[in-house]
């Protein structure tokens, strides 16, 4: 197994939460509820928690995988760099698809579910996502060769930096590593719930891809955080499972097998009877107000 990096970084994690509290509170940004704080970090924990069970079980798979590999890429420098752009690149494809599809959704919406943004909502994280597969994204890389210790390794990095860009302490970096990198204000779009913010910029370190594959956007009007329907609760274990609750309730009540696979496979806010609207439905809708 890799060292656990994400355990090494809690202290740093928890200096800068307390920083940017000081901060935001003298400049009177008032940035934190306590009450979501606490719900974020409690997420956060649970995350930890449950990695030291299903993380062996992931290590196990790619190390499966790996006796196929194609190629026999080592540990040389320039593998690791190779490695960085191969689990950025996943990273963008697991983020946009769990935007996308409604079953990756539910694991993934946890991570959006506050109305705050702060560093502390960096630590919301699913309880359920490696439980319901989101590490399939990644298999392709120990299959091509590259060592599970290393996809691991650079899975964890990615975690980490993405931890500072949830902050509205920071406004913009210099212009060549905003385009280049995913930033605070990159970010703050991406847990924007305003329409034309949904589902926008789903880089990790990078923001190359959002730029390549048509899905960036730049800041313009602070967003309004959380869901486009927020749940308003601050206990955990709501949090961690009010999607798949909801998910549970709409496949009770399909009228098809079809029905169902929509539910569970289509785009988050899909209804067989059209009662909720997709982002790209929302979108339409605007447009058409707009004309």
Not at 37 to 48: E, P
Not at 78 to 90: G, K, Q, R, T
Request: net charge neutral.
């Amino acid at each position: 197994m890799p060292p656990n990096l994400i355990t090494y970084a809690i202290p740093g994690f928890v200096l800068l939460i307390l920083l940017e509290i000081i901060f935001t509170s003298i400049d009177n940004r008032n940035k934190y509820e306590p009450k979501d704080a606490a719900s974020s970090i409690a997420m956060g924990l649970g995350n930890v928690f449950i990695g030291i069970f299903t993380k062996s079980v992931i290590f196990g798979t790619y190390t499966l995988i790996y006796q196929f590999r194609l190629f026999e890429l080592g540990f040389a420098w320039w593998v690791w760099i190779l490695c960085f752009f191969a689990d950025d690149f996943s990273y963008y494809w697991f983020h946009r698809t769990s935007h996308t599809v409604r079953f990756f959704w539910a694991s993934h919406v946890i991570h959006h579910s506050s109305e705050k943004y702060n560093l502390a909502t960096a630590l919301r994280q699913t309880w359920t996502g490696n439980l319901t597969g989101t590490f399939l994204f990644w298999l392709w890389m120990p299959l091509v060769g590259f060592h599970p210790i290393m996809v691991m390794s650079m899975q964890a990095i990615s975690l980490i930096y993405q931890f500072w860009i949830h902050t509205e302490v920071i406004h913009r970096l210099p212009a060549p590593l905003e385009y280049v990198l995913n930033t605070p204000s990159h970010h703050r779009v991406h847990h924007g719930s305003d329409i034309e913010y949904l589902d926008r910029n789903h880089g990790g370190i990078l923001i190359i891809w959002d730029r390549m594959f048509g899905t960036f956007i730049e800041e313009k009007d602070r967003p309004h955080y959380g869901l486009t329907t927020n749940i308003h609760t601050y206990n955990p274990l709501l949090i961690a499972t009010h999607e798949w609750m909801n998910i549970w309730t709409d496949l009770r009540g399909s009228k098809s097998f079809k029905e169902a696979l929509h539910y569970l496979f289509d785009a988050p806010g899909w209804s067989a009877d059209g009662s909720r609207k997709t982002t790209r439905q929302l979108r339409q809708m605007q447009q058409e107000q707009e004309k």
